[in-house]
């Protein structure tokens, strides 16, 4: 068997672990929210209409922050159709989804909903058909106290206590053509300081994301976020990266490696950020906010007619069935979520239900898990205190597009009292036996050995068989002497809960 060692030193901290890198993302694109955590007519449903029982799968997720509404809709997006009455609000065309918008879920229902769940908000605004006023607006809807015009109009409608939220989003991949109102990073680089500086004006501890690249393949890549930056420096606190990874012409080990891709982004934004901050000579350093980021078979989907010159309501839009394969690079991107924590303070799995999302609802039906619900769940509930970089000491493998890659990867996390390992075994063929030194961890007891795995790397779940994949016992892990022992079977995500 291929062996690797690795070690865990108590000093090689990372960051401490801040809620926010298990953020989400809801949309209102397709059945995310409408047939998805929105359905009156279900059996489950509460009085406002959302799904308990998808409610209850997404507590069990652990997600936190969950940014809303868009994503490419809030480039169309009027907030004040989405406030007030159900009954008046207007039907409207999403243009970026071809579909129509409702309204019958809004800002004080999505807020509502939230707290079932126990997350924060995080809210775009939209830069792409809109501005400043519209921004404006909608923060005093949002967040003032009462007294004022919109504060007052949030009461009248029936929310007491402002939202507060927190976290902004400038706008949304305002660097795509397919984005409405796409503009040059010059223009956006403007609008968004004005935007935020106004933003500020009105609460200067609200923390604003702008937008950075839509993936590291745009052909404005690192320019972007440069002269953007230029421009937004001192009135942001975060740059966004967006990533969606999926498996090429069966190419499945270069699929595995996509956390080189997610580290060579997140290593160019951080360079790119500091080397405007440090021609400004900021005292700030920026965060990134990586808040689109998932497995997405966006070629297959594209190739589909699934949006098209239609007008439906809630339309089957990119619904991916995940695979065991899936998951585990999903895992794997967690990992390296992690493992870059000291930039990267907020993140958010894109999306949440029904949309390429861990969590699946049929109409009337059940809810299920998808195969990557499972290594963000347990990531979510494992790691606590701080993240500790180990020291990795393993063979690699040759990948088409990433070239040479490790052949494991892992990151672990404690609090003093408890610890936890996470790994990945990115062989196709080959069991991995793995020896941990975790003497500075001070951990006696295994209390939790789990992995995700399975004979058929490509077994998914489905409404038809609900609970096809799922976790399983890490076999014959053996702790003696600071040294823990694990065999990660082949195609693998695992996880060691320790204290
Ligand atoms: O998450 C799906 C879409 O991906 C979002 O609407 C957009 O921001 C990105 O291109």
């Known amino acids: 068997m291929t062996q690797a060692r690795i070690s865990i030193d108590r000093e090689a901290v990372i960051a401490p672990i801040n809620r926010r890198i298990f953020g989400s993302f809801v949309e209102h694109l397709g059945r995310c929210v409408y047939d998805g955590i929105y359905e009156p007519g279900h059996p489950t449903a509460n009085e406002d209409g959302f799904r308990l029982d998808v409610v209850e799968l997404v507590r069990e997720l652990g997600s936190t ?15 004040e159709d989405s406030v007030g009455p159900r009954e008046q609000r207007p039907v409207r065309r999403d243009l970026a989804w071809h579909s129509l918008e409702t309204n019958q879920v809004g800002v004080d229902e999505f807020a509502r909903w939230l707290k079932l769940t126990g997350s924060e908000l995080m ?8 501005g400043i006023e519209a921004a404006l607006d909608l923060l005093e809807y949002c967040n003032h106290p009462s007294g004022t015009a919109l504060s007052d109009q949030r009461i009248a409608n029936g929310t007491a206590e402002p939202h507060d939220i927190r976290m902004w989003c400038l706008g949304n991949e305002m660097d795509g053509p397919w984005q409405t109102g796409y503009m040059s990073a010059d223009d956006y680089g403007k609008l968004a300081a004005r935007t935020a500086q106004a933003m500020k004006a009105a609460d200067r501890t609200l923390e604003l994301v702008v937008c950075g690249s839509s993936g590291s393949t745009m052909p404005t890549f690192g320019d972007w ?9 001192e009135h942001v606190d975060f740059i966004s990266c967006h990533a969606y990874y999926q498996e090429h012409d069966g190419d499945l080990g270069s699929f595995l490696a996509s956390s080189l891709d997610m580290q060579y982004f997140i290593e160019t934004v951080v360079a790119t950020a500091d080397h405007v901050g440090n021609k400004l000579r900021s005292k700030k350093k920026i965060q990134l906010s990586f808040d689109e980021w998932n497995i997405w078979y966006l070629k297959e989907h594209q190739a589909s007619d699934e949006v098209n010159d239609e007008w439906r309501y809630a ?3 990119l619904e991916d069935v995940y695979s065991v394969a899936d998951a585990v690079v999903l895992g794997n991107l967690l990992i390296t979520l992690l493992k870059n924590h000291d930039r990267v303070t907020s993140a958010s799995l894109a999306q949440l239900v029904n949309v390429i999302a861990p969590i699946m609802t049929e109409p009337g ?7 990557t619900f499972f290594p963000f769940s347990v990531t979510s509930r494992l790691a606590k205190g701080e993240i500790l970089r180990p020291r990795i000491d393993v063979g690699t493998y040759a990948t088409a597009a990433h070239g040479d890659a490790p052949l494991v990867d892992a990151v ?11 790994l990945v075994n990115r062989s196709q063929t080959e069991s991995i036996e793995v020896t941990i030194d975790i003497a500075e961890l001070a951990v006696v007891h295994v209390d939790e050995a789990v992995t995700l795995w399975d ?32 065999a990660l079977p ?3 995500w695992s996880a060691l809960a320790l204290s």
């Open 490 to 492: 082949p195609v693998s």
């Open 412 to 422: 672990a996390t404690t609090d003093g009292d408890r610890s936890a390992v996470f």
């Open 455 to 486: 004979d058929d790397v490509y077994a998914k779940n489905t409404l038809a068989d609900q609970n096809r994949v799922g976790l399983k016992t890490l076999d014959g892990v053996r702790l003696a002497d600071g040294v823990l022992t694990v």
């Open 315 to 317: 339309p089957r839009q």
């Open 225 to 233: 976020e440069r002269t953007v930056l230029e421009h937004a420096y």
């Open 123 to 130: 809210m775009a605004v939209n830069l792409g058909t809109r």
């Open 65 to 79: 922050t969950i940014r809303y509404p868009g994503g490419n809709f809030v480039s169309g997006f009027r907030w």
């Open 365 to 371: 039906g059940d809810a299920w898990r998808q195969t």
